[in-house]
Every structure is written in C-alpha cells, then in structure tokens.
C-alpha cells in the first residue's frame, strides 16, 4: 500500500521540482561544455549565465553591432539595449536610477578604473584598508596605488581562523586620519564570512574616507 503524502512531503516535492527548473535555467550549472559534472566552490569566473541571458547577448551582438552616439538606427538600438539593462541592475539594486550604473569588463576591470579616479585626490601620504580575505580584484588596484607610490601604504585587517569572521576591532585600529580609503568584499568569496557592512561604514565615516564594497558574491550570496 502506498504511503499517503504529508503536507511536508509534498512541500519538499514542490520546492524540489523549483530548484531543478531553475537549474534548468543555468545549462552549465549540471555540466560543463565537456560533459563532466560539477561541484562548485568558489566560481572565479563569476555567476553562472543563464541561458535566455546568453541568447539576449548574442542578439544584441547581431543585431546591434554599432558603437553608441551615431545616428544610425543600429547605433540608436544598441544604445537603447544599454540603457534598459541598467535600468535593470538599478531596479535590482535599488539604485535611484540608470544614471548610477556603470558597466565594465569585471570587477577587476572596474575597481582598477575606480582605483584610478580616487588616485587622483591622493598625496602619497595616504593609506587604504582592506581585509586580509579580499578577492584578488580588490586588492591588486590598491597595491597597484602602493607600488606607484600614490598612497603610502594598503592595511589589511586580520579575520579569526577559526570561524572566518572579520576582526572589526584590529579593522578599527588600522583605521586613522590618513585613511583615504576603507575597501572590503561583502561577502568572502572562499570563506563565505560575511561582513559586517553597517559596522565598516561606520568606522570609515568617522574619518571622512571613501567605503568601497566588493559586492561579487554578495548579491548572490543574500539573495
């Protein structure tokens, strides 16, 4: 005789077919192009594309391969397209507008932009801190300012070994009238520690120093 079903089991069923159509949605999230099954760990090459995703992107690619600000009608279009996913990401967000999104290559490519344009306003005299489980895209543009002697010095604040969490008090003392810049991840991309965002602000407020957030693997992290 068979079993009869619970509400239980059948929420578990329920939840159970959601997850497997969203994974569905991701064509390598099972495989990867050579067939072999995956356990992910730490995806360094970013978030898995979805694959109406990656068709959009081709069409715009055909459809609209003309550089934005001519008078051509493709040019017109592919500004359009531009447009449209910002105002997406704003709306994901919560960002006040499209005005506010930028896109870039990866995050690499935008943090060496950033780095960049805040490196303006250095002396030399300046020090920026960071933490000592930061993905590798926002450390080396801060090191980058170092070794081109635009800020003195790049602090990194320790995490505890023993659960991966930030040591806010060492954080806090790094921190001083010659910080510029107070630049973290979100969310640690190998630890998955996350950071307490509120707190860092805080600190770097009362200096009056820029907070940068790495926010990668946070977005996807908390959902």
């Known amino acids: 005789m068979a ?4 509400p239980t089991s059948q929420g578990s069923t329920m939840i159970n077919g959601l997850l497997q159509a969203i994974r569905r949605e991701f064509p390598r999230a099972e495989t990867d192009a ?3 099954h995956r356990i992910f760990f730490e995806n360094a090459a970013g978030s898995l594309v979805l ?13 609209c391969s003309a550089n934005v600000g001519g008078p051509s009608w493709e040019s017109k279009k592919n500004q359009d397209v531009m ?3 910002r105002r997406s990401v704003a709306d994901f967000l919560n960002a006040p507008s499209e005005d506010c999104i930028v896109s870039g290559e990866s995050a690499t490519n935008l943090l060496f932009h950033l780095s960049y344009a805040l490196g303006k306003e250095m002396s030399g005299d300046e020090n920026i801190v ?3 489980y930061e ?3 926002n450390v080396s543009p801060w090191l980058e300012l170092q070794r081109r002697q635009v800020v003195k010095e790049v602090r990194f604040a320790r995490f505890d070994p023993e659960d991966g969490l930030l ?3 060492h954080l806090t003392r790094l921190v ?3 910080t510029k810049i107070v630049t973290v991840a979100g969310v640690s991309n190998v630890l998955g520690s996350k950071t307490p965002l509120k707190q860092v602000l805080e600190i770097s407020k009362k200096v009056g120093a820029y907070t940068v957030l790495d926010a990668v693997h946070t977005r996807p992290y908390s959902g």
């Open 3 to 6: 079993e009869e079903e619970t």
């Open 176 to 178: 001083d009238e010659k």
């Open 83 to 85: 447009v449209e996913g």
């Open 34 to 36: 050579n067939g072999r």
């Open 167 to 169: 040591d806010l008090s």
């Open 130 to 132: 960071t933490t000592e």
């Open 135 to 137: 993905h590798h895209a």
């Open 51 to 63: 694959q109406r995703v990656a068709e959009a992107e081709a069409k715009a690619r055909l459809d």
